[in-house]
Every structure is written in C-alpha cells, then in structure tokens.
C-alpha cells in the first residue's frame, strides 16, 4: 500500500513537471490558441540567421511566426502566417531585422498607409537589415585590410631611401607654400584690384543686357527665323538636287531631245565640221574684208 502511494506521488509529480514544460513551451514560444491566421510570402535578398519559427513583429507588437523560408529564383522566400486582424496595404513594408547580440532575427512588418490594399496572392520584396554580428563580421575583415595596408606602407616607408624622399618632398612642399605667400602678399595690391574690375565687368554687363533686353530678343528672333529660312533654302536645294540627278539619268539614258542630242554622234559631227566652217569664214573676213564688204558712194 505504501509503495503504491509512494508510486502515485512520483506519477503526479511527473504529470505536473511535464504540465509546467509543456506551459512553458507555450509561454516562451508565444503560442496562442483559438486565434486565426493567414498567409504571405515576402522575398528578401537574404536572411541571415532568420528561421522557422522566428517572430513578426507589426510595428513593435508581436503579430505571427515564419512558417516557412526557401530559396527562390537567387532570393529567399520566406512565408509568413499573421493575424488576421493584420490589414497589409500596398505600401506595406518587411524588413529582416537584428533582435539581439547573438544575431538572432524577426520579420519587422509597416503595414503602410495606401487606400489600396497589398494583394496577397502575389509576394512582394522584402529587405534585410545587417545586424551586429555581420557589422563586427566586416569590422574584421576592414581590420585585416587595414593591417595588410599597413604592412605595405612599412615596406614601402621603411628604406633609408623612402625616408629620405618623403623628407625631401616636405621640405619642397614648405619651400612652394613659402613662395606663394610670398607672391600673394607682393601681389595682394592687384589680386584686390582685378577682383574690383571683374566685379565692375560684371555689373556694366548686367547694366547692359538689362537696357539691350529687347533688342537682343529681337535678335534672338530674327536668329530663329532666319533659322528657319535657311531650312527652307535648304530643302529647295536638295529638291533641285534630285531632279537634277534625274535629268542627269534620263540624259544618260538617252531619254528625250536632250538625251537622244547628246548620244548622237552624227549630230555632234555635223555641228564640229559647222563651226569649223564658220571659224574659216570669220578667218577669211578677217584677211579680206574688202571681199564682203562694198561702198557705194552716191
């Protein structure tokens, strides 16, 4: 009897630490029950340490879990299930955020501010936000660099020679910066006095194109027109041009008059022996004029 007692008080013990766990599990979880949800998928560039089970935090308050999370199309696609009391708008916004030291992660949701709501068939994208331990990730890697860079400035600086070129190269720097004050100072009389005149070519030129202003876009216009005037001179020319090249053809092809004169050697002939002939008579006149040319004194 005593050791059945003894046997129900170990049972009972067992049933309320597995009672305590299991609230436990529930409380630190954040499971809730009797509470429906729906689901969105969001695409982000990448994730980090984020996974199953991980918060959704809307605007601070803790609103889901991530259900899911697989690669797509290079990206990851993570699948949300919110609470349906969670109204997403067309400029809903998610961001994969840093909760803690050790690089834990949530889902960070702005439902936005839109008229419009966030169609929930299609998955929008999603940003990530670089926690601690990806900063203090590059911080050693800017620290290696940092380390290499020095090393090979040591290398570099390091030599008798190196030393003493960068002593040269100061004292050569001192050296022009001592000179240049020098001439700023000899010279400071008529730097003040070209800065006077540029400032007072400056002014007569405004005074100038303040009183010219009607006359210059008078002539701004007279410009556009005659812009416009030489367009056209230039287009009748390019219309001379084509019907010149085809008169030019027809000719060639011995099209027309003027075609069938120019390809006719016969013709071309005749008129050499007419002008020859006329060139004999006007040689002829010339040395015997008295032969063409009679006086009759009444």
Do not use: C
Request: proline fraction near 1%; charged fraction near 25%.
């Amino acid at each position: 009897m005593t050791s059945r007692i003894s046997e129900l008080r170990v049972g009972l013990v067992v049933v309320v630490a597995v009672a305590i766990l299991v609230v436990g599990i529930i409380w630190i979880k954040g499971i809730k029950f009797n509470q429906t949800k729906y689901r969105y998928s969001v695409i982000f560039p990448e994730v980090g340490t984020l996974k199953v089970g991980d918060p959704v935090s809307v605007s601070g308050v803790d609103k889901g879990k991530v259900k899911k999370i697989q690669l797509y199309q290079g990206d990851v696609l993570v699948t949300l299930d919110l609470s349906t009391d969670v109204v997403l708008k067309k400029d809903a916004n998610f961001t994969v955020k840093n909760i803690g030291l050790m690089g834990e992660r949530f889902v960070a949701v702005q439902t936005g501010y839109s008229d419009t709501l966030l169609d929930l068939s299609q998955p929008i994208r999603g940003n990530y936000d670089s926690g601690v331990s990806e900063v203090m990730g590059r911080m050693g890697e800017m620290i290696d660099q940092l380390g290499r860079l020095v090393a090979n400035l040591e290398g570099v600086l390091g030599t008798k020679w190196s030393r003493e070129s960068m002593t040269q190269i100061i004292k050569n720097l001192k050296e022009i910066s001592h000179d240049m004050n020098a001439l700023l100072n000899r010279n400071k009389g008529k730097f003040d006095q070209t800065m006077d005149n540029l400032s007072h070519s400056s002014a007569e030129l405004k005074k100038i194109i303040d009183e010219n202003k009607e006359k210059l876009q008078t002539t701004v216009d007279n410009f556009g027109e005659a812009s416009v005037k030489l367009d056209n001179v230039v287009t009748v020319l390019d219309t001379i041009s084509i019907s010149l090249k085809k008169l030019t053809s027809k000719i060639e092809s011995g099209e027309g008059t003027l075609g069938q004169l120019v390809n006719d050697t016969t013709l071309y002939e005749q008129i050499k022996k007419t002008a020859q002939h006329v060139d004999d008579l006007i040689l002829d006149i010339k040395k015997n004029p008295k032969k063409y040319l009679k006086v009759t004194v009444f």
